[in-house]
């Protein structure tokens, strides 16, 4: 069974522009979550979709935004890009939003120049 | 609140046993979680326990979850080389949201 799918691996990006990155979930799987890791902030939850609708946002800008397709896959986008955005970006899936077996994909490490 | 945290680095022989210890703060917490991080990779779940369990054990793997002192801790028995990563202890609620600890380093030196 494939896991969770995000694409790119990586990608670098001016200051100013603007990013879409895609994760595809594990097949069954209705969440999706995000997650931003840096080395000084750590894992921070970004939001989490189910069937669609977006069900609990962290504390980022607005410039962070998301969306879930009805096949589950799941595309996050940062608009004028800071240096500050430069980060790992996890996507995680799970069957329901009952918190058990979040499986993780392999990052889009996002650098910002 | 919202605070869980690690100690950041422990060595260990090969051969020895490992002790991760967390502690989190909010007593509410559902489900608390392990997961591995190697260089250049996502996140794997290593194993998770239910909030009214006080102990897991999986292979290698022990969980014990005082929820008392809102402690969590992950015992590897046996430790080897390839053991060596970023182990993050996580709690949740229903909601959609981990929470994570800052990430302990485990070295195993042979």
């Known amino acids: 069974k494939a896991g969770v799918t995000q694409t790119p691996r990586y990608l670098i990006k001016t200051r100013g522009q603007q990013v879409t990155l895609s994760c595809s979930p594990i097949s069954g799987h209705r969440s999706v979550s995000w997650y931003q890791q840096t080395p000084g902030q750590g894992l921070q939850f970004l939001f989490e979709y189910f069937s669609e609708t977006q069900r609990n946002k962290g504390n980022f800008p607005g410039r962070f935004s998301g969306r879930q397709f009805s096949n589950s896959r799941s595309e996050m986008n940062v608009s004028t890009l800071e240096l500050g955005d430069s980060a790992l970006y996890l996507c995680a899936s799970s069957l329901t939003t009952e918190n058990y077996g979040y499986t993780f994909g392999s990052g889009t490490r996002l650098t910002v120049v | 609140g919202e605070d869980v945290e690690q100690s950041l680095f422990l060595s260990v022989r090969e051969g020895d046993s490992s002790v991760i210890n967390c502690t989190y703060t909010d007593s509410s917490s559902t489900y608390l979680y392990w997961y591995k991080q190697e260089p250049g990779a996502g996140l794997q779940l290593l194993t998770y326990i239910f909030s009214n369990m006080d102990m897991k054990q999986d292979q290698r793997l022990t969980v014990l979850l005082n929820k008392k002192d809102k402690h969590l801790s992950l015992r590897i028995a046996d430790t080897q080389t390839g053991d060596s990563a970023i182990y993050f202890c996580?709690?949740?609620?229903?909601?959609?949201?981990?929470?994570f600890g800052q990430g302990t380093t485990l070295q195993v030196k042979p």
């Open positions: 996580a709690e949740s609620r229903f909601t959609g949201k981990l929470i």
